[in-house]
């Protein structure tokens, strides 16, 4: 079984920075790609930032120049850093992984449980 543990979200003012973690472990034979979403109140959740095995990137337009997904060194984790944030940023961050356990042939999808970002004006 595969499980995602994310961390760093918390309280900032505007033009602030923040750095959110996530961790995959388990029997994870390979990782095709990471990414992080948000879902504001009242709002649907939507794709921040990707990133794929080969390090290719895809960004949210409105995250454009202001955040920075990443893999670490041991490709199970990856990064978002949050730079110059707004009051609209504020959101319950996600982090998704699609993967292939040993036990299965299939890639699947694996969400964490959440951090939340809160950003002050």
């Known amino acids: 079984q595969v499980q995602l543990v994310e961390s760093g979200g918390g309280l900032v003012q505007a033009g602030g920075s923040l750095r959110l973690s996530c961790a995959a472990s388990?029997?994870?034979?390979?990782?095709?790609?990471m990414a992080w979403y948000r879902q504001a109140p009242g709002k649907q959740r939507e794709l921040v930032a990707a990133i794929t095995s080969g390090g290719s990137t895809n960004y949210a337009d409105s995250v454009k120049g202001r955040f920075t997904i990443s893999r670490g060194n041991a490709k199970n984790t990856v990064y978002l850093q949050m730079n110059s944030l707004k009051p609209e940023d504020t959101a319950v961050y996600y982090c998704n992984v699609v993967c292939r356990p040993y036990s299965d042939p299939r890639y699947l999808e694996v969400w964490g449980q959440g951090t939340l970002v809160t950003v002050s004006s």
């Open positions: 388990g029997s994870i034979f390979s990782i095709n790609a």
